[in-house]
């Protein structure tokens, strides 16, 4: 299967938002030319951190940029803009940066903007081991990837943020569901209302320093049993 096609089915798949990322990072190498190394920046707030990575080369190079908080992910991302490094040896724009790269045998790098989410921002990081290696056709193939990427990822962050908001609701429900049951042998027990119920397993709850659910679960086993 061709890399795009393979994003295109990640975009209609239920597949976690790690996997997703991961296997981007790995379509990246194989699909952008001159690429040896990928990555995905993620940056929450004003801050970055590393989602994806293909290899320690690529890892050590983003986190050297999260450290400084400058480089060509991290503008990227902020940015909406892309950037292409040429020759790490002679450029200008990351001082601090730029000669850690050359250091660590990486000589020329691309780095597209990834609009994930309104308040999560990112960015597709390819890195080359040879300079010059990101020319237009390679920064045209990188933003065609990265536009397939993009979907694919948000796809799986909304799908992980549905399923999470659906455990949440089902283990409220499940709770709600306890609780009125614990209510219920209260009321049985004590002859009182539903309202008298509740203020006796809240009193008990404050009392024993217990969660209100676990308290509900004891009151309900200690019948069953």
Not at 38 to 59: L, P
Not at 170 to 195: D, N, T
Request: glycine share 8%; charged share 25%.
């Amino acid at each position: 299967m061709k890399p795009l096609e393979r994003l295109a089915e990640l975009m209609a798949s239920h597949a976690s938002l790690d996997r997703v990322l991961q296997e981007t990072v790995e379509l990246a190498t194989a699909t952008i030319p001159g690429a040896t190394d990928a990555s995905i920046t993620i940056v929450r707030g004003d801050q970055g951190e590393g989602a994806a990575f293909s290899s320690q080369t690529a890892i050590d190079l983003d986190e050297r940029q999260y450290g400084l908080d400058q480089g060509p992910c991290l503008d990227a991302s902020r940015g909406h803009e892309i950037f292409v490094v040429h020759d790490m040896r002679t450029e200008t724009r990351w001082p601090d940066y730029c000669p850690y790269a050359a250091e660590a045998g990486v000589l020329s790098s691309l780095s597209i903007p990834l609009p994930i989410q309104e308040e999560i921002l990112g960015a597709l990081n390819v890195y080359s081991r040879e300079a010059g290696a990101f020319d237009e056709r390679g920064v045209e193939q990188g933003k065609r990837f990265a536009g397939y990427a993009a979907v694919a990822i948000a796809n799986a962050q909304l799908y992980a943020s549905t399923a999470e908001a659906a455990d949440h609701l089902r283990r409220a429900m499940e709770s709600r569901a306890v609780i009125e049951q614990a209510k219920g042998i209260i009321m049985a027990q004590r002859r009182c209302s539903p309202a008298e119920a509740f203020d006796v397993l809240v009193a008990a709850s404050q009392r024993e320093n217990v969660k209100l659910r676990l308290l509900a679960e004891r009151v309900v086993g200690g019948v069953s049993r």
